[in-house]
């Protein structure tokens, strides 16, 4: 696979819930690198260009309106196949569907608060990304602990 970034935003609920620490513990526990990471009330054109592949669907206007209505944090993750592990880590979109152990079925409440985001894909972690962070505001950096790591 090799070493992917991925847009993770804690939203809302999540926030407000006081589940932050949890949720950066579970990507840190996996093994992944934190290089981006800002706490922010979205913008309404933020939001729509988020949900844009939704626009047309009958629910978009909840979706602009929830993400808008408190603190997001929006992260970056780096890791090796970091954006199909980070969709297992946060699990099914609607919570009674996720997996115990997985960030939703743990965490969340139903659909409309399901407490994250993650991208789904290579390319829309590159756009979302690219939509929440300027390039100044990601981190490239080693860990210490790199050097004895075993690489497959």
Known sequence: MGVERTFVAIKP???QRGLVGEILSRFERKGFKLV???EIIPTRQLAEEHYGVHRERPFFEGL???ITSGPVVAMVWEGDGVVLSARKLIGSTKPLEAEPGTIRGDLAVNIGRNVIHGSDGLETAEFEIGLWFESSE????TPSDQSWRIEN
């Open 64 to 66: 602009v309106n929830f």
């Open 36 to 38: 981006g990471l800002k």
């Open 138 to 141: 990601l981190n490239d950096w």
């Open 13 to 15: 609920d999540g926030v």
